[in-house]
């Protein structure tokens, strides 16, 4: 298709949040295995983007509470539903 409407799009952009794709997420892969490691050593004082390596000088937006992650999970699995019965 060469389109696709405003409603599928917010979709993708839910599913986006829940299952990011890319560079960014490989950084966040690694960055919690580096923080597991610290842990180790270091209790709870070090947080997951003192080690990633993108938008490490840049804001970096809050964790979605838990709420927004249940409307995104919700809008992932109402946008698959929608378009199996279609």
């Known amino acids: 298709m060469s389109c696709m409407s405003a409603e599928e799009l917010e979709y993708w952009k839910a599913f986006s949040v829940l299952e990011p794709i890319g560079i960014l ?10 923080k597991t490691l610290a842990d180790l050593k270091v ?4 947080v997951l983007r003192d080690f990633t ?14 709420e ?6 919700k809008a992932v ?5 929608a378009k199996s019965k279609a």
């Open 25 to 34: 997420r490989e950084d966040a892969l690694f960055a919690n295995v580096c």
């Open 43 to 46: 209790k709870n004082e070090l």
């Open 77 to 81: 699995f109402g946008a698959l539903s």
């Open 53 to 66: 390596v993108f938008n490490r000088n840049k804001y970096v937006e809050p964790e979605p509470d838990i």
């Open 68 to 73: 927004q992650t249940m409307r995104n999970i």
